[in-house]
């Protein structure tokens, strides 16, 4: 592997894999002190977990790429959820049938917060903000202090095993695929690429650029509402106040630690994402396994992440002494 | 510029707009006063002139830390139905019941009781969200000459002024008793608590610390230890992902102890995928422990997934409060300051002929 | 600052526009806060009491505070999501010196310290290894969460010295609270030095375009450090604020969810996302305008949950309200 390509030196290497290494050290540390760390079904069940996550990563690496931000993703998926669980339970909706409902209510709060962004031009920080908020109130207000329980066929849906693997991880897997290869076979695809890169270059070229945009949001708040419903799989009831808490920072972090870049232009799903979200879940899953100190994970979380970030500039200090040619 | 001031007045407009929507319960007597009632310390109760022509009002202002489940619902609607069943005997002919939210923020719940203050409520209730932070509050009241009684989080050890009245629950007892039924049955019915896993709530919250205590105090007096704790902080993602990983770490585990009810259902989610939900008696079986006597709890154990809870009397501390309440407001309480109800130590095997339970009232 | 010659003329149109451009703007917000007051005044029982107005200021002072820091932040487009939790982190440990010593000049001092420790971290992280802010932030974030709740397993520290309540939470002339006055006072030796002073001109020129105020010969790196320390020292003294008003420091002082409203106060108050715009006097209208949202809502006993919906509401409108403004501008 070392020093066998060209000129690139072990110190490079070094610097331009160090996130790699840095998770690779921790997965070490973790599978010396633990023997369940590195098992089959360990990776499973990170992965189950992880599975909302990375479907709200996925939809969130679009809109970065785009050099945009959407901080409603995680109240999409509360209403989205809240609209899932209360069709079938009130509505006797069947569950495939209630997927979608779910899929279009995200559709619609995406299509409205791209609204706001694209036609009125508010800034998509603010405006995706402002939906946080709005979102948030809806889904309290829709499920009124009620505990519904998720009905009985979610609770085989999410049993089924298909070669011995949970549903939500094929469902979340191939939407980051098939997402990916949008992403970078399909003319929309590049169109985002473009977009997210120069604004001014794309529009000179033909190419509308608020079209994509807002086709990026609604895609964003579509998926949200699937991960949206996929946590509240997991959880087994509706919370209102705990479906999404907090999942757009989650997902912008998982997006950057993967490599995308906040000013657009830049990033990619698979590997780039995915590797972002399996990070940050292994960090928590190491430390159950380890059986840490409860007081000990925010600290080791908030290390971690930020080594995972000086690592990751490094490279691009080393590209830009490169670039300029020192 | 003409657009600018229609775009401002506009706005101003829906702001008005909200308000006029919001006030069609307050009373409209407005008439912004020059000097505030709250601003003279020890004035004498200044609910009484805002009090309209129409008959004397009971203004009860209530500040809670947060407002997001079951067990707040029930609260809040058991105290608001106690105060206006009694309050015809005490000389009041209605209730006005003045809800605020902190949203876990110490010092928004500071301004709140601050704003609760100045609408002149006859008394104030708090669900503090810092024990030690809330005497501040207190002494606001104190000055205010408004009466404050604490609900479920009382003030810490050795802080003061200490508040009026505090009405809850010991929860260090209540973890303790349940744990000790939950153990004793356990090994009734044949089996070795192996390898205990306790899933605690937010390692900010005294009463999820208290639990934790009387939960290790429990299975202590049985010669047992906790294998491994696990933080949730209140959230169902933290305590999924937490307890994955604990389940995997112990799988000899048949033991599980839960701080509060609403984390139940993401322990049921671990433990379906692993094969290992099944009713009492069937073999595999996990022991589940929990508390507060939520819904879903209720539910869980009428099934027989789950076998132990320690559960809110709610009724009880309701009519605690209304006991003691219209005495305080008049002055003449001599009671005793802080009112612990005692926790319902509910099993498996006895919930069948319960129906007054809190969580299975609140789920018809 | 070594350089003290006349600004080359180019920067000093810039300036002048900017300043113009911005009065403008605090203009339109003023008007709507009279309006609104005389309209909450009339229909709002005991909005229009001396002792609510103050409580109002108190409650902005909260926010704001951290908000003036963040401005100076939002300027060169940068983020500080750890504003809050560094509030209490610091309020948490210099309380716990305070504690110890039952010296009130000790504690105060280690409280701005140790916020402007952090500050130090988030400066180093985003100016000299070029991390992205909004990350770096959210790592400090759980880091401050993590030492918190770590220290203070899950009590508070009280018991703090009677002096520091005495300086810090009493009430000039009986009316006048301390930390309304030391908040107002922050937000004008602020406000000088944004408008008034070379750095202040040198942050305008790094937000509105980095590599060409590089290439006029800002020291951008020095720039990007010092407003996160400036962050960091605003969390402190809100964190002493806070800890005077709360007669206690604990993790419940800083949720996480109050940077929300913080960004809230600097954006109605004209600061962008995107960088290049802000000021002080906006962002301390800014922070006064959330306060009387929550303060109305509360006094009108509006359903905490249609709180949220509002808020969002009037965050979306304000935002829309700019870009309005914008759009005319350019015509």
Known sequence: MKLKTKQISVKDFLIKYALFILIIALWIVYGINSPHFFTIKNLRSLLTNAAPLLIYATGMTYILILGEIDLSVGSVGAVASAAWILSMTKLDVPLAAAFLIALLIGAACGLLTGFMVVKLRINAFMASLGMQFILRGICYLSADGEQILTPKDVHTFANYRLLTLSPLIYISLSIAAIMMLIYKYTAFGRKIQACGCNREAAKTIGINVDRIKWSAFIISGMLAGLAGSLQCVNFGILLPGSIGEGSEFLAITACVLGGTSLMGGTGSIIPGTLIGVIFYYSIENGLGLLGANVYLYPIVRGIVIYLAMVTDSLKFSVGRRKSKGL | MKRKLAIVLSLAFVISAIAGCGSKEAPAAEAPAAEAPEAEADAPEPAEDSAPAGGKVLKVGVSWAHYNDALFYAWGDGMEQVLKDNCKDHGFDSVEWISLVAEDDASKQASDISDLVTQGCDVIISYPFDNQAITSSVQECKDAGIPIVLWDRNIAEGASPAPDLFVGLDTYNQAYEAGKVFFQEMIDAGETPTDIISIIGATNDNNALNRQKGFEDAAREFNLTIAQTVPSDWDSEKALTGFTAAFQAHPNCNTVLIASDFIVTAVQTVLESNDAWHVNGEDGHIWICSQDGFPTGCEFMQDGYMDCSGMYSVEGMCSDFSDAIFQIIDGSYAGEAELYSDPLIVSAKDIAGMSDLWGIKYAE | MGKKEAPPTGTAAVKHSLTEKLKNENAALILLVIVSMIVFGITVPNFMTVGNIFNLLVQASTIGLPAIGLTFILITAGNDLSLPTNMACSAILGCAVMQKTQNT???????????????????????????????????????????????????????????????????????????????????????????????????????????????????????????????????????????????????????????????????????????????ILGTLIGSIVMAIITNVMNLLNVNFFVTYVVKGIIIILVCYLDVLRNQEKER
Do not use: D
């Not at chain 3, 030492?147 to 397993?153: H, N």
């Not at chain 3, 508070?156 to 005495?166: A, D, E, K």
């Open chain 3, 105 to 279: 000049f000790l504690g105060v001092i280690a409280i701005l310290a140790i916020a402007v420790c952090f500050g130090v971290i988030n400066g180093f992280s985003v100016a000299k290894l070029k991390m992205v802010p909004m990350i770096v932030t959210l790592a400090i974030q759980t880091l401050n969460v993590g030492i918190s709740e770590f220290y203070t397993q899950g009590t508070s520290v009280g018991g703090l010295p009677q002096s520091f309540y005495r300086i810090f939470s009493s009430s000039l002339f009986g009316v006048v609270p301390v930390s309304v006055i030391i908040f107002l006072l922050t937000a004008f030796v602020m406000h000088q030095i944004l408008t008034k002073t070379v750095f202040g001109r040198e942050l305008f020129q790094t937000g509105i375009n980095e590599k060409a105020a590089r290439v006029n010969g800002v020291n951008t790196t020095r720039i990007l450090f010092v407003i996160y320390v400036i962050g960091g020292f605003m969390a402190g003294i809100s964190g002493v604020l806070m800890a005077a008003r709360l007669k206690a420091a604990g993790t419940s002082m800083g949720p996480v969810s109050a940077f929300n409203n913080i960004i809230c106060a600097c954006v109605l108050g004209g600061a962008s996302v995107w960088g290049g715009k802000g000021t």
